[in-house]
């Protein structure tokens, strides 16, 4: 691999709180190596385009904070196509950039490892989701921030729910993994989480209403991941409940986007700024086709493709606290 002169940087899929911290942690590496830092915007369809901008130490002042990312993030089917990704080689290289770093999840990696493989470019991720679904890191950045979020909302739906004796299901984000319901839940202390991970069957969720209405609870919270099987949604769901237990009033509360935004967290401000020093510095010592990661408090790195294959597993102790703290 031939000298690392010039590092390009782009956020591509959903975006996570803590995607600005990256973005900001790169760049000020490549200052402090004193190599140059382009950025990209858009994702890969600025790769395609040749959306570039030059990055100094002062163009990412005031954006630790900031959720969302500054750089922008889309889909794009044109990088999907050989085509596609030839022009986003041909502009890097007429760019002169010698290494990319990917800031995303698992479908921004999979477009990463497909463009190495093609031509051969070096390049470094670092995990940007919220889902916490990356094998090769016991956390992503947004995680963190998005649990927090989720927490405070729950907690001011529990005062109505409580004052109007109301059974609440809290619908959260999680397509495939059960992450945020299960910690979230947790931390506020749900009746029941419902997770993709754990199918637990209708008749034990009516079970596990039942038991509260005995134990003399006037109202209950139920975390759902929108992943969960039990119902096609939580609106079927709801009917379900309402039509077996018509002693609960049932509500619904959808939270969607609202996890994703907001002020990063200190936790993921300071695992962006970890994981972006680390990227780059991969990068200047010759490697590439891996991501950056934290285990067991510790930088780390994996390759890609082994990030992509790996299953993040749930963690089951958890699933034993909920039961416990369900009585």
């Known amino acids: 691999m031939k000298k690392i002169k010039k590092i390009a940087v782009l956020t591509s899929g959903g975006d996570a709180p803590g995607m600005n911290a990256a973005i900001r942690s790169v760049v000020r590496t490549c200052a402090y190596y004193r190599i140059d830092c382009i950025g ?16 100094s130490a002062r163009s990412v002042s005031s954006i630790i904070n900031k959720g969302g990312t500054m750089l922008k993030s889309a889909r794009s089917n044109e990088f999907r196509t050989e085509a596609g990704r030839k022009k986003a080689y041909d502009n890097l290289i007429a760019a002169e950039i010698d290494g990319l770093i990917l800031i995303g999840g698992d479908g921004s990696f999979t477009g990463g490892l497909i463009f190495n493989k093609e031509y051969n470019f070096p390049l470094i991720g670092i995990p940007g989701t919220i ?8 956390y992503t950045i947004g995680y963190d921030t998005a649990l927090n979020t989720v927490v405070e909302v729950i907690d001011k739906i529990r ?31 749900a009746e029941e989480i419902l997770i993709p ?10 079970d596990s209403l039942k038991r509260s209405k005995r134990a003399g609870k006037s109202s209950s919270i139920v975390v759902i991941a ?22 609960y009033d049932v509500r619904v509360s959808v939270l969607g986007h609202m996890q994703r935004g907001g002020a990063p967290s200190c936790f993921d401000r300071v695992l962006a700024s970890r994981l972006g020093v680390k990227a780059v510095e991969l990068l200047l010592d010759g490697h590439s086709n891996l991501m950056v990661g934290i285990v067991n408090t510790k930088i780390e790195s994996c390759p890609i493709e082994e990030a992509l294959k790996g299953h993040h597993e749930i963690n089951k102790e958890l699933i034993r606290v909920s039961d416990i703290m369900s009585v």
Do not use: C, W
């Open 40 to 55: 990209v915007f858009r994702g890969y369809q600025g790769l395609i385009e040749g959306d570039f901008v030059p990055m």
């Open 131 to 138: 889902d916490n679904d990356i094998f090769g890191t016991d």
């Open 159 to 189: 005062d109505t729910a409580s004052s109007h004796n109301r059974l609440f299901f809290v619908e959260v984000m999680g397509r495939d993994a059960g992450f945020i319901a299960l910690n979230a839940g947790i931390g506020a202390g």
């Open 197 to 206: 991970e754990e199918n637990l069957g209708l008749e034990r969720l009516l």
């Open 226 to 247: 929108e992943g969960d099987k039990l119902g096609k949604n939580v609106f079927e769901l709801r009917d379900y409940v309402e039509e077996h237990l018509p002693e």
